[in-house]
């Protein structure tokens, strides 16, 4: 247990020191608010193993504490690091504009819809079902000249719409 606890124990004092050569070196405010941020899981990470080798159940309140204050640091760094305007302090009015903008970006770059009760080029759907290329393009529910179903074979279906208009598009 003591080998563990030493080896985890200087593992966490490596990545500290590495963390306060990056603290030193950030080029920009940002980066060493990120890298306080490890530090601050650092030390919760120390606090842990101190509570584990101690066996005190009562550090582990002050590891949620550190914790949370390390979470309410990084929320507060990352809210103020964009920047506020000052007339829209909230980021309303940038939050519709940039929902606009993106709402127009999509309407250009969706490609059209099939619309499948559009006529094709040379398509005929009321009488013969006939094609661009002259074929009959039509299915089952052709409907031969005496206002029956034709069947698959070309052979004359029952007729069990006689004396009924056909609907819309010439289907029944």
Same mark, same amino acid.
Not at 138 to 156: C, E, F, I, P, Q
């Given at each position: 247990?003591?080998?563990?606890?030493?080896?985890?124990?200087?593992?966490?004092?490596?990545?500290?020191?590495?963390?306060?050569?990056?603290?030193?070196?950030?080029?920009?405010?940002?980066?060493?608010?990120?890298?306080?941020?490890?530090?601050?899981?650092?030390?919760?990470?120390?606090i842990a193993l101190l509570a584990a080798a101690t066996r005190r159940?009562?550090?582990?309140?002050?590891?949620?504490?550190?914790?949370?204050?390390?979470?309410?640091?990084?929320?507060?760094?990352?809210?103020?690091?964009?920047?506020?305007?000052?007339?829209?302090?909230?980021g309303l009015v940038r939050e519709a504009q940039d929902?606009?903008? @993106?709402?127009? /970006? %999509?309407? +250009?770059?969706? #490609?059209?819809?099939? !619309? $499948?009760?559009?006529?094709? =080029?040379? @398509?005929?759907? /009321? %009488?013969? +079902?006939?094609? #661009?290329?002259?074929? !009959? $393009?039509?299915?089952?529910? =052709?409907? @031969?000249?005496?206002?029956?179903?034709?069947?698959?074979?070309?052979?004359?279906?029952?007729?069990?719409?006689?004396?009924?208009?056909?609907?819309?598009?010439?289907?029944?």
């Open positions: 247990m003591n080998v563990v606890l030493t080896i985890c124990g200087v593992a966490l004092a490596i990545s500290a020191g590495l963390v306060l050569i990056r603290i030193e070196k950030g080029p920009t405010s940002l980066d060493r608010a990120g890298t306080v941020d490890v530090m601050t899981s650092i030390l919760v990470a120390a159940p009562d550090l582990l309140v002050v590891l949620v504490v550190v914790a949370g204050v390390g979470f309410i640091g990084s929320v507060a760094v990352a809210r103020f690091a964009r920047g506020v305007d000052r007339a829209d302090p909230r929902l606009a903008s @993106d709402a127009q /970006d %999509d309407d +250009d770059s969706v #490609a059209p819809v099939h !619309d $499948v009760d559009a006529v094709a =080029d040379g @398509d005929v759907r /009321d %009488d013969g +079902d006939v094609g #661009a290329d002259g074929d !009959d $393009v039509g299915g089952a529910d =052709d409907r @031969d000249g005496a206002g029956s179903l034709a069947g698959v074979d070309g052979s004359a279906g029952a007729d069990s719409s006689a004396g009924r208009a056909p609907a819309e598009g010439g289907r029944a």
